[in-house]
């Protein structure tokens, strides 16, 4: 469960924090005010970028928590900016990097217990968990960002998405 879930969560959000990386040379430039990409969305009922980052952060320190059997950190998500989405994307990575994979042993079977909105209450095994719902919500998540970034002129393509491997 280790191998499924950490390495594939890292290589991702260090992509994530490459392409930001290429984001702000490009706004810079072209002299395009940072606050334009960082608010920017697909459609108008959808989260901006900057909150795209954020969720795809939850998703991967509560991914590598629940399967490792440990407190999920709690962020406060406060970023405005993409100096702190790149200190938000190290601080789980390194939250990440601190899980040892002997925490995952037995954690295809343990049970994860969601609890998303009152009174709702989602129960997984950590193989389900990690298969159905969290890789798939932290790929939307990161896959939004890069699309929203994309459709805004950004020169980045597959390679830049999937980071280095």
Sequence with gaps: MYSASVPVLQQLLGSLSTILERTQAHAAERKIDADAYLQARLFPDMFPLLRQVQIACDFAKGIGARLADVAVPVYDDSE????????LIAKTRAFLDGLEP????GADDREIVLRPGTPKERRFTGRDYLVHYGLPQF?????TAYAILRSNGVEIGKRD?????
């Design 80 to 87: 405005r900016g993409f100096d702190e989405l790149q200190a």
């Design 161 to 165: 998405f999937m980071g280095q491997y």
């Design 102 to 105: 002997a925490l995952f042993e």
């Design 139 to 143: 790929f939307f998540h990161a896959t």
